[in-house]
């Protein structure tokens, strides 16, 4: 059973009108109760009297209850009177029970009503049910007499059927009530919560008409104020100026008016959207009034050498419009042609004169726009390109406010369009003035006076109109262009060169202007050529804007600084955008600093004097560190060719103090390196085994000269330090960094291959391989030299001798190869001792 919601109870009874349908219940239930006098009268003639009386008690109870009804202050009290009936009327009909049994059919009477006349709970419904059930089975177990089982039974059966239909239906529809209560609720709380945020919104939009409209005062009368006076300075009202500085105030007004452009149509456009804008219309020649601005548009279209033709009937078109606002709609449309209409394209206007109608259609050659954007460009601000490296300038806000004044004019206007082929936009408007509705007609007349027409301070001010004579240069202004030549670099003058970037011919001329006193300047347009310069130039530092169409200057710096030879130049990045986001992309590209527009030109060249000075400084250090480089190379060479010949110079004196073994290092060492040269050595190893080869008895200049030159046998002692010169000709050569190796084969040129040489008892591979080639070396030019205590063996014997300890003293594989190269040892060896007794 349902848990007891009374939020719902108190819905379910307010939402039926329980009140007036308990009223219709009771007294549906009085006239029942009443007429079923009749039924007494012929079915239960013994009991009629008593059944009176009972019909009686529960009539009157019906009248107390309709009483109570009219006193009942909640729903829930109509329900609970609804109760009592109910249970009245079982206690009535229960009662005759006891005396007619077959009376249980008054119970089903109740039982079909309750689901249908009253709106109970499934729980309450379920408490009469139980009590009308126990209403006849308790009477009917009572009193049997005369009835019989049967009918008892049958009578059971019939009530219970129906309690459990009844239960069944009061079930179900319980659940569809509260289910259909649940989604009441939530869409009424769902349409509570967008009632509160439509009027939140409302009271937004009213706030941002109210800034659009101080927007008027706010922004375009400081801009005029400072409009008015260039205009004046440009027309030499002033005095004379100089070619540079018209040049600069020309720029200043052009900006000046992008900027007048763009207040003005947001202006227009909301006032449009606020329902303000009102039309003044009078009627004119369509095609004079397109005519002539097509002229406008001329100079513009020859400069890019795009053709323009214009096609209209023979006669005049009648058309009665606002020339002021339609002219908008028209130059946008032109001004749009123009500018997506590359070099060498054509535009043609088309008027057409229909029954109730005027068509103008504007169409191009141009880059076309995509099926899927023919509809949303007409929306605020949407560009088909609205990325931040478009080529064309422009805010998205031209077409939708065409389009609110052809609606305005009760017109329509829309685009067709190839991809790449061009566009064609539509204007239609309706000839007459019969279709305009009262409330967009500006009915005020034009010449009122002054006083009337504005505020004393609006007479004060300057007016556009008074600074923008030429009132349509205003709405093309985008498409002016200015002649980079005239921002082209000067010749070398400064001491360092700067690279600027920027596709904004007007901010190359400002750079030129603010830098062009201190440095040498290269601009260019674009990124790409931009990288061109760099390599061609070599400049100081870089200035690179980062909004630009194609390569755009992150892109542009990253390749700066991927390419080695001109990663050290310093980048400056400028850029309309400021925020944190902006200066870590900008970092990650590389660039090592950025400024953001507008700059201060203090600031500006402050920068670019500290990254020169750094780059200076950096560079004046590299070279430093490139001579100190060299320098030092150098002493490292000269140093260690004076130990070497240091070195040498004391193998030297050790050969002339032992007389036996004189020439045995210059032996050794190119027995040493033939072995070597078999084993595969590189070059280098080659070169360093070499000198650990002349080397590898220096440290038998600590050993006397007696004991060396000794004929007889040696003492412990004397053997003892003759067995110290390894280890002390490694601590001769260590000091020196580069011969750490060589030293290490100097110090094992003693240890044998099975771990019992000196000096520290080596095994195998942890012996270096230079000292295992050296100690076969070794041992061949000491068998086959006389020392003081054995005469000269044969080569024969010495190499018999090495053969008999391969794998003990010497390295199996090192014995490998010695045998391959022994045989022009034998020659060597011969011609070696022919030398020496040549030179005895
Ligand atoms: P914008 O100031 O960007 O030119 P508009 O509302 O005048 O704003 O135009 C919206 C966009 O519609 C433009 O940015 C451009 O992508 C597209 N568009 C308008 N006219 C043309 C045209 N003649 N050819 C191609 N694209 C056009």
């Given at each position: 059973m349902p848990k007891r919601d009374l939020d719902f109870e108190e819905r379910l009874y307010r939402e039926n009108d329980i009140r007036r349908r308990v009223r219709l219940i009771i007294i549906a239930s009085a006239i029942l109760y009443f007429s079923f006098l009749v039924l007494d009268k012929v079915y239960a003639s013994p009991y009629f009297s008593r059944f009176l009386i009972i019909r009686l008690v529960v009539l009157t109870g019906h009248g107390f209850l309709f009483a109570l009804l009219g006193r009942a202050k909640t729903n829930k009290a109509c329900a609970n009177i609804a109760k009592v009936l109910a249970l009245l009327d079982v206690s009535g009909i229960a009662i005759m029970i006891w005396f007619q049994n077959s009376y249980v059919q008054g119970l089903y009477i109740i039982i079909i009503g309750l689901v249908v006349a009253v709106p109970l709970t499934f729980r309450d419904t379920i408490l009469l049910y139980v009590v009308i059930w126990l209403s006849y089975v308790i009477p009917s177990s009572l009193n049997m007499e005369?009835?019989?089982?049967?009918?008892?039974?049958?009578?059971?059966?019939?009530?219970?059927?129906?309690?459990?239909?009844?239960?069944?239906?009061?079930?179900?529809?319980?659940?569809?009530?509260?289910?259909?209560?649940?989604?009441?609720?939530?869409?009424?709380?769902?349409?509570?919560?967008?009632?509160?945020?439509?009027?939140?919104?409302?009271?937004?939009?009213?706030?941002?008409?109210?800034?659009?409209?101080?927007?008027?005062?706010?922004?375009?009368?400081?801009?005029?104020?400072?409009?008015?006076?260039?205009?004046?300075?440009?027309?030499?009202?002033?005095?004379?100026?100089?070619?540079?500085?018209?040049?600069?105030?020309?720029?200043?007004?052009?900006?000046?008016?992008?900027?007048?452009?763009?207040?003005?149509?947001?202006?227009?456009?909301?006032?449009?959207?606020?329902?303000?804008?009102?039309?003044?219309?009078?009627?004119?020649?369509?095609?004079?009034?397109?005519?002539?601005?097509?002229?406008?548009?001329?100079?513009?279209?020859?400069?890019?050498?795009?053709?323009?033709?214009?096609?209209?009937?023979?006669?005049?078109?009648?058309?009665?419009?606002?020339?002021?606002?339609?002219?908008?709609?028209?130059?946008?449309?032109?001004?749009?042609?123009?500018?997506?209409?590359?070099?060498?394209?054509?535009?043609?206007?088309?008027?057409?004169?229909?029954?109730?109608?005027?068509?103008?259609?504007?169409?191009?050659?141009?880059?076309?726009?995509?099926?899927?954007?023919?509809?949303?460009?007409?929306?605020?601000?949407?560009?088909?390109?609205?990325?931040?490296?478009?080529?064309?300038?422009?805010?998205?806000?031209?077409?939708?406010?065409?389009?609110?004044?052809?609606?305005?004019?009760?017109?329509?206007?829309?685009?067709?369009?190839?991809?790449?082929?061009?566009?064609?936009?539509?204007?239609?408007?309706?000839?007459?003035?019969?279709?305009?509705?009262?409330?967009?007609?500006?009915?005020?007349?034009?010449?009122?006076?002054?006083?009337?027409?504005?505020?004393?301070?609006?007479?004060?001010?300057?007016?556009?109109?008074?600074?923008?004579?030429?009132?349509?240069?205003?709405?093309?202004?985008?498409?002016?262009?200015?002649?980079?030549?005239?921002?082209?670099?000067?010749?070398?003058?400064?001491?360092?060169?700067?690279?600027?970037?920027?596709?904004?011919?007007?901010?190359?001329?400002?750079?030129?202007?603010?830098?062009?006193?201190?440095?040498?300047?290269?601009?260019?347009?674009?990124?790409?050529?931009?990288?061109?310069?760099?390599?061609?130039?070599?400049?100081?530092?870089?200035l690179c804007d980062v909004m630009m169409p194609g390569m755009d200057g992150h892109a542009f710096s990253r390749a700066v600084k991927a390419d080695e030879a001109l990663k050290h130049i310093p980048i400056i990045l400028v850029t309309a955008r400021s925020g944190a986001e902006m200066l870590q992309q900008g970092i990650q590209a590389g660039a090592d600093d950025y400024i953001s527009k507008p700059f201060d030109s203090v600031e500006l060249k402050a920068r670019i004097r500290a990254l020169l000075r750094i780059r200076r400084v950096e560079s004046e250090l590299a070279m430093a560190n490139r001579n100190l480089k060299l320098r030092t190379s150098d002493l490292v060479d000269q140093q260690r060719s004076l130990f070497l010949s240091t070195v040498k110079s004391l193998v030297s004196a050790i050969d002339a103090k032992d007389e036996y073994t004189r020439h045995h290092s210059t032996r050794v060492t190119d027995f040493t390196l033939k072995i070597a040269r078999k084993m595969g050595f590189s070059e280098k190893e080659i070169g360093d085994l070499e000198l650990a080869a002349i080397l590898h008895d220096v440290g038998k200049i600590a050993v006397p000269e007696n004991i060396l030159n000794k004929p007889g046998k040696l003492t412990e002692h004397e053997f003892a330090l003759i067995k110290e010169h390894p280890a002390r000709g490694e601590s001769i050569l260590r000091p020196v960094i580069e011969l750490k190796d060589i030293a290490r084969v100097v110090r094992s040129h003693h240890e044998h291959y099975d771990g019992t040489g000196y000096p520290d008892g080596l095994k195998g591979r942890e012996i270096p391989l230079g000292a295992r080639i050296m100690a076969v070396a070794d041992a061949y030019d000491s068998i086959v030299s006389e020392r003081p205590y054995r005469k000269a063996s044969s080569h024969r014997f010495a190499v018999k001798e090495i053969i008999r300890c391969s794998g003990a003293q010497f390295d199996p594989e090192v014995v490998e190869h010695f045998l391959e190269v022994s045989a022009s040892l034998a020659q060597e060896q011969s011609q070696g001792q022919e030398t020496a007794a040549a030179e005895e």
């Open positions: 005369g009835v019989g089982w049967l009918n008892v039974t049958y009578n059971f059966y019939f009530l219970t059927s129906l309690i459990l239909i009844g239960a069944l239906g009061s079930y179900v529809m319980d659940r569809l009530r509260r289910r259909e209560f649940r989604s009441r609720a939530q869409l009424e709380e769902t349409t509570g919560k967008l009632q509160e945020s439509n009027a939140k919104l409302k009271t937004l939009d009213e706030l941002k008409t109210q800034f659009f409209a101080n927007v008027n005062h706010e922004l375009r009368t400081p801009l005029t104020l400072m409009l008015a006076p260039v205009k004046v300075i440009l027309e030499g009202k002033m005095g004379r100026i100089s070619s540079t500085l018209k040049d600069t105030l020309e720029t200043m007004q052009r900006n000046g008016y992008k900027l007048l452009k763009l207040i003005n149509n947001l202006l227009d456009l909301t006032k449009l959207e606020a329902g303000k804008m009102r039309l003044k219309v009078r009627t004119v020649n369509f095609i004079d009034s397109t005519s002539s601005l097509l002229s406008s548009v001329k100079p513009l279209a020859d400069q890019k050498q795009i053709r323009l033709y214009f096609q209209h009937p023979p006669h005049a078109i009648e058309l009665t419009l606002d020339p002021d606002q339609f002219e908008k709609v028209t130059l946008n449309l032109l001004s749009n042609a123009l500018k997506f209409t590359p070099k060498g394209g054509k535009i043609t206007v088309y008027l057409e004169e229909k029954e109730s109608t005027v068509l103008m259609t504007v169409e191009d050659t141009g880059i076309g726009i995509p099926p899927n954007m023919l509809e949303t460009i007409f929306d605020r601000f949407s560009q088909v390109d609205g990325s931040m490296s478009r080529p064309q300038e422009g805010t998205g806000i031209g077409l939708s406010l065409a389009r609110e004044i052809v609606s305005l004019h009760q017109g329509t206007i829309r685009a067709e369009s190839t991809l790449g082929k061009g566009s064609r936009f539509m204007v239609e408007v309706f000839k007459g003035e019969d279709h305009y509705p009262e409330e967009v007609l500006d009915r005020r007349q034009d010449e009122q006076p002054v006083g009337i027409k504005r505020r004393v301070t609006d007479v004060q001010e300057p007016r556009v109109q008074d600074i923008v004579t030429d009132f349509r240069r205003l709405q093309l202004v985008d498409l002016e262009r200015v002649d980079i030549e005239t921002a082209a670099a000067g010749t070398k003058t400064h001491d360092a060169l700067i690279l600027v970037i920027d596709d904004n011919p007007e901010v190359l001329k400002l750079m030129k202007m603010l830098l062009g006193d201190e440095f040498d300047l290269e601009m260019t347009t674009s990124a790409e050529k931009g990288l061109g310069v760099v390599k061609e130039k070599s400049p100081d530092l870089i």
